[in-house]
């Protein structure tokens, strides 16, 4: 069972001794926590991994960059060799929006396109 600390007694003009000594010795507080502190090198020498890392990008015959070990998203090479066939998957996406835009004329919805509101400046 844990002792709690206990409110402080006025002991002005009371003489220690008898049963009075007895109850302080029971109400004594806790020793402190100890606590580590870590000093200011220590919290660098932790902190000196947090920064962020440099991305290596690559650049292909055209000019193109992209990201090192992963594959050109448009020419579709990886390591000199064709991954992925970016004109079939062009078609694919137009093919998509294309039913989606339908199906929302259908429904009555909006396209999603913005039209550009022409604002007239107030005098």
């Known amino acids: ?9 006025d002991l002005s003009g ?3 001794g008898g049963p009075f000594t007895f109850w302080l ?3 004594t507080l806790p020793p402190m926590v100890v606590r580590m ?15 962020l890392k440099s991305v290596h ?3 292909d015959e055209a000019g193109n960059s992209y990201l090192s070990h992963r594959v050109n998203p448009v020419t579709g090479m990886y ?17 998509r ?6 199906e929302l004329m259908a429904s009555g919805q909006s396209t999603g396109e913005k039209k550009a509101a022409t604002s007239s400046p107030s005098a």
Do not use: P
């Open 25 to 27: 010795k029971i109400c």
């Open 57 to 59: 990008i690559s650049k």
């Open 79 to 95: 390591r000199g060799r064709q991954v992925i066939d970016v004109t079939a998957r062009a078609k694919r996406v137009a093919r």
């Open 1 to 9: 069972m844990a002792r709690t600390r206990t409110s402080l007694v």
């Open 37 to 51: 502190r870590r000093n200011r090198s220590q919290t660098k020498k932790r902190r000196s991994h947090h920064a």
């Open 97 to 102: 929006t294309k039913r989606r835009e339908k």
């Open 14 to 16: 009371v003489r220690f």
